[in-house]
């Protein structure tokens, strides 16, 4: 269970940057329209305000994602596909 939580965090993260990237394109080719008055100012903050909120929960998800791979780090799946089976010889 650790490790699927721990891949879908990671997915979740490459997903996140991703919009980030894509929200920072965007706010760079609306700047002039932003200058001119055809896109509020309010909402470009909004947007901003967005990427903060998005930004602190990244850091919480990338923390998730370590501890997960921690506590997983000796287990290996077996011929099913479970991973919840200790590697041999693991502590």
Known sequence: ???SLAESAELALQ????GFSAIGLLQASTAQQIADGK????HAAALGRLLVELGEVLLY???LSVDCRRYTADYVPDSTGRTDQ?????A
Do not use: R
Not at 15 to 18: A, C, K, P
Not at 39 to 42: D, P
Not at 86 to 90: A, D, E, I, K
């Open 1 to 3: 269970m650790l490790v």
């Open 15 to 18: 997903i996140v940057h991703g």
């Open 86 to 90: 200790p590697m041999p010889g693991g």
């Open 39 to 42: 896109v509020g100012a309010e």
């Open 61 to 63: 998800v990338h923390g």
